[in-house]
């Protein structure tokens, strides 16, 4: 308490703020940036607050003019950012063309790092071999990455969240396709800082259930609803109208009386009612064309082959000498039995002998497939053989070298010390 010993200190003096820095750096976390990110960061906060003005008002255009203004501020202040020399576990930092991850593996001894994308959740892994699953972590190395304090990071993601409201909500009032596109592009703008952020992933499932993009909302919005745990409610409704756009609301049975009839019933008619179309997947279509469409090219191949009776079976022709040659040794087999069993028999060759040209075939392709086993069995032993016998040529030689080194050495002294008393005893 202030006395006449110790006096009440003065106030420091404010720093002077614009109209976009009304928001001070100690009260979002922000306060340990230099002097210059700082600034950036509280302009930047003041920016997002202004856009959550024009937001609650209305003023659709003003707040996402906003909302961008403060993630160009943000981008400023992250530039300026301190950088440790070394980084640590869990840490995010920004990437490439503007990706951001987070730290899984710091090997601070080698400098390098192994990443982990915040956009799918993955470890950044790139190609070593031929093969597509020759697949190992890529190291970072301490310059290809930049250090992002997590109070920027949480900033810019929740100003490009809330301009993905606001292009929602221009969208449901235009009800433009291209709006609609566009949300779910603003949307995307999220996600690449958080591939899981539920709001991100709830906003662009309401565009694209708008659009009536079942397929790609179904994936967004399980998604958001294994985010949210299931509690949200409007993340639910709107998973329930996609699943059933789709054909997949009623379950078997559900809601029948005894007789198979009544309430349940009627509901599951009108329901299938709703989803009669295939084709287009749209719940308000009563086209009956576009209903006795078929849904794909395979399906209507099938519907095809299965409407070919067993009378319009037609024999392969004979093009292959292995059936004409089955067809010939069917021929003779018949004409030695006897004449009323060869006309008899006639067409039960033409069966075999096409029977056997497919036989044969496939024996064909078993062949060659048995023999490039072999060949490839043999070139992986023969390479086999030829690397342990240069090895075992390689400890052989080695073993040689230091056995005779030491005999080597005792001559080589005793010749030096000889050399050395025998006054010359070489010299010519």
């Known amino acids: 308490r202030p006395c006449a010993a110790f006096p009440r200190a003065s106030p420091a003096p404010r720093r002077p703020t614009c109209w976009m820095s009304e928001a001070g750096a100690g009260d979002n976390g922000l306060a340990k940036l230099p002097e210059a990110a700082r600034l950036a960061a509280d302009a930047a906060t ?12 209305a003023d659709l255009p003003r707040a996402i003019e906003r909302y961008e203004e403060a993630v160009r501020l943000v981008d400023i202040a992250l530039e300026g950012a301190p950088q440790e020399r070394l980084l640590r576990n869990n840490e995010i930092v920004r990437y490439g063309d503007g990706k951001f991850a987070m730290i899984d593996t710091a090997y601070p001894q080698f400098e390098d790092y192994v990443l982990m994308d915040l956009a799918s959740r993955d470890l950044i892994k790139h190609k070593v071999g031929r093969h597509d699953f020759d697949m190992v972590s890529k190291r970072f190395l301490r310059k290809e990455m930049h250090l992002v304090p997590q109070e920027i990071f949480d900033l810019r993601l929740a100003c490009l969240q809330n301009i993905s409201l606001a292009a929602l909500k221009m969208a449901r009032g235009s009800t433009l396709r291209q709006d609609y596109e566009e949300a779910v592009k603003r949307a995307n703008d999220a996600l690449v800082m958080d591939g899981k952020s539920a709001k991100a992933l709830m906003r662009k499932g309401q565009a694209l259930v708008d659009i009536k993009e ?16 299931g509690k949200d409610p409007e993340v639910m409704r709107l998973l329930e109208v996609v699943m059933a756009a789709k054909g997949k609301g009623t379950g078997k049975g559900k809601g029948l009386g005894k007789d198979g009839k009544g309430k349940g019933a009627n509901a599951a008619g009108s329901q299938k009612k709703a989803v009669s179309c295939s084709f287009c997947q749209d719940p308000s279509c009563q086209d009956e064309a576009c209903s006795r469409r078929p849904d794909s090219e395979e399906d209507s ?128």
């Not at 003041?46 to 008002?57: D, I, R, T």
């Not at 790609?216 to 745990?229: G, I, M, R």
């Not at 075992?392 to 080597?408: E, S």
Request: glycine letters at 12%; proline letters at 3%; charged letters at 25%.
């Open 301 to 428: 191949d099938d519907e095809a082959l299965r409407s070919i009776k067993e009378s319009d079976w037609k024999p392969v022709e004979g093009d292959d000498p292995i059936a004409e040659a089955l067809k010939a040794a069917t021929r003779d087999d018949a004409t030695a039995v006897g004449g009323a069993s060869s006309s008899s028999s006639a067409p039960a060759g033409d069966d075999a002998a096409t029977i056997g040209a497919s036989a044969g075939c496939e024996a064909q392709r078993g062949a060659k497939a048995g023999k490039r086993s072999i060949c490839e069995k043999a070139s992986r032993r023969q390479c086999l053989l030829i690397s342990g016998f240069l090895l075992g040529a390689l400890f052989m030689a080695a073993a040689v070298v230091l056995f005779l080194m030491p005999t080597f050495l005792r001559h080589s002294r005793a010749g030096a010390e000889g050399g050395g008393g025998g006054g010359g005893e070489y010299e010519l």
């Open 46 to 57: 003041a920016a997002k607050n202004h856009g959550n003005e024009a937001l609650k008002s």
């Open 214 to 229: 079942w397929p790609k909302a179904a994936q967004v919005l399980v998604a958001a609803a294994q985010e949210t745990k």
